[in-house]
């Protein structure tokens, strides 16, 4: 079984940080793509950043400046670095994976529980 295990989240104020960690384990062949979503009440699920095994990242507009993705492929484990936090960044966020489990099937995406951000005002 492939499990993402997250952790990080919190509460924390206005303009203070937080570093998420996601850990993907299990029967893993490899992994393509990394990344974070997040989902406030009664909103859709947003990509916040994103990261591609040769390092290539994106960032949602609201976020760039401010949040920082990065992967360590040796331990198959994806971080998002959060600054100067904000109160519309509470949400609960999502790790992603798009892996493969072995050479016979393609890549599917796997999901972590979520974790929540509470960013106090």
């Known amino acids: 079984q492939v499990q993402l295990v997250e952790s990080g989240g919190g509460l924390v104020q206005a303009g203070g940080s937080l570093r998420l960690s996601c850990a993907a384990s299990?029967?893993?062949?490899?992994?393509?793509?990394m990344g974070w979503y997040r989902q406030a009440p009664g909103k859709q699920r947003e990509l916040v950043a994103g990261?591609?095994?040769?390092?290539?990242?994106n960032y949602t507009d609201p976020v760039k400046g401010r949040f920082t993705i990065s992967r360590d492929n040796a331990k198959n484990t994806v971080y998002l670095q959060m600054n100067s936090l904000k109160p519309e960044d509470t949400a609960v966020y999502y790790c992603?994976?798009?892996?493969?489990?072995?050479?016979?099937?393609?890549?599917?995406?796997?999901w972590g529980q979520g974790t929540q951000v509470t960013v106090s005002s």
């Open positions: 299990g029967s893993i062949f490899s992994i393509n793509a």
């Open positions: 992603n994976a798009k892996l493969r489990v072995n050479l016979y099937f393609s890549d599917y995406d796997y």
């Open positions: 990261i591609t095994s040769g390092g290539i990242t």
